[in-house]
């Protein structure tokens, strides 16, 4: 297991969260919002591999034979699923307290997924198929050496998904005012000033050879909670492959 030690990470976010580590399987702990919003997020990444890898969606693992690569990864909240539907998972986290609770958590699962403590950039794997970094891009450094480590990941025909918060006035409102003011989000867990517009993200993504071919926004409904729509001022999702 490899130090996280790169320039992308913020040490300050690494401990952030791996003080979070022990109850992040809780989805009534600190976590709850990631357990909320991950059936959405799910639902989203299942189309987008079956459109790209021309799957039927009635198979059960569509990634059979195939490398997922989750960076960002937690305790492991989308590296399971992922590994439920086929792949060959690596997961990595700056918080080594995140990659201990993943590891416990998957192995009573009978989950083999290689998870480590590992920045992107020092990473060095390459041709994953499918390349995933659920809301971690408002978190790191320096968001285009971090977006150029998840490119240069992937594999020529991969697919790659990214989530991350819009900077607008209604995600500083809901997720930063109220949502830790509430406590639904531990305090501190998001900075207004480090979100990323679509646009903004599109240009890091274009600046490392990658082309966006999706972006749905994540909004919250107040019957039916997080769903997917075109609205893309809160959060938001999007599909990425290499520039053909």
């Known amino acids: 297991m490899t130090k996280a030690s790169s320039s992308t990470i913020k040490p300050e976010e690494a401990a952030h ?10 989805p009534k702990g600190s976590s709850a919002m990631l357990h909320r919003l991950n059936p959405v ?3 989203y990444i299942r189309d987008a591999i079956d459109l790209h890898f021309h799957c039927d969606s009635s198979l059960l693992k569509p990634l059979s034979g195939k490398t997922a690569l989750d960076v960002g990864c937690g305790a492991g909240l989308l590296c ?18 995140n990659i201990a609770v993943a590891q ?3 192995g009573p699962q009978g989950l083999q997924i290689d998870y480590r403590n590992e920045a992107i950039e020092d990473f060095g794997g390459k041709d994953f198929d499918l390349v995933t970094s ?7 450094d320096d968001p285009q050496g971090f ?7 992937m594999a020529d025909d991969g697919l790659m998904i990214i989530s991350t918060p819009n ?7 809901l997720l930063v005012e109220l949502a830790e003011r509430i406590g639904q989000i531990p305090r501190g867990t998001h900075h207004h000033d480090q979100f990323i517009t679509p646009d903004e993200l599109e240009g890091l993504l274009n600046n490392a050879g990658l082309e966006v071919i999706d972006t749905t926004g994540l909004s919250h409904s ?4 997080f769903v997917l729509s075109d609205n893309l001022s809160l959060n938001y999702l999007m599909t990425i492959v290499r520039t053909s």
């Open 147 to 153: 977006v150029d480590g998840l490119a240069a990941s």
């Open 80 to 97: 399971e699923p992922l590994a439920r539907l086929g792949a060959n998972v690596t997961g990595l986290d700056a918080a080594a307290e």
């Open 17 to 26: 969260f791996g003080a979070l580590a022990a109850d992040w399987w809780d």
């Open 41 to 43: 997020r799910l639902a």
């Open 167 to 173: 900077r607008t006035a209604l995600s500083n409102l």
């Open 222 to 225: 107040p019957t039916k909670g």
């Open 134 to 140: 659920l809301e971690v891009l408002e978190h790191v």
């Open 104 to 106: 416990a958590h998957a």
